[in-house]
């Protein structure tokens, strides 16, 4: 089995950039920043040998490319319940365009759809009994974070794997984009 995700990879430049919000968040587990991505779709544990056919899929995956801008920060769930810290995506009709292409290659290869909404977004820590107040006070603190316009050229699939200090993406294949213009 191989854990999957369709991913938008983010230059050394923008991921820097997102690191450096981190802390001053009790409980806060914090994303390496080599982690840091835009998930266009969480495929999840597959067998391996599906992965030619996710391949091939993806590869007839046909979208524009596009220029994409991170914008603000905000949370997953509220109160106790909050669980993620993110980066926040501006409203963006190709990279929602692309989500759907690429929602719509697994289906016809026989996933399930995705059932919930896509909310684009960069994670940025998951929260673990985190102080409200500190929570609140981080998302006020850097609710101006504003990275772009970020030129995106392809897309990628990664897979997700156990290392010795946590979780490390991998990516397998890059998927071009058609040059816009």
């Known amino acids: ?13 923008v991921r820097e950039r997102l690191a ?30 599906l992965i030619p056919d996710i391949d091939e ?15 603000g ?19 963006n009709e190709a990279l929602f365009h692309l989500n759907q292409k690429v929602e719509s290659a697994l289906v016809r290869t026989g ?9 684009p977004h960069v994670t940025l820590a998951r929260l673990h009994s985190s102080p409200q107040e500190r929570v609140g006070r981080f998302i006020e603190d850097r609710g101006l974070f504003r990275a772009g316009p970020i030129p995106i050229g392809h897309f ?9 200090s946590g979780v490390v993406y991998d990516p397998l294949r890059d998927y071009p984009l058609e040059p816009s213009g």
């Open 20 to 49: 450096g919000l981190g802390g001053g968040v009790p409980g806060a587990r914090w994303t390496e920043i080599n982690n840091l991505h835009l998930t266009v779709r969480f495929i999840g544990e597959v067998e391996n040998g």
């Open 57 to 71: 899929a993806l590869a007839g995956v046909s979208a524009p490319a596009f220029d994409l801008v991170l914008d």
């Open 111 to 119: 996933f399930p759809p995705e059932e919930r909404r896509y909310t």
């Open 1 to 13: 089995m191989i854990r999957l995700f369709v991913a938008l990879e983010l230059p050394a430049a």
């Open 156 to 164: 990628t699939l990664f897979e997700s794997r156990p290392g010795r």
């Open 73 to 91: 920060v905000g949370q997953f769930g509220s109160g106790s319940r909050s669980r993620i810290l993110w980066g926040g995506v501006e409203r």
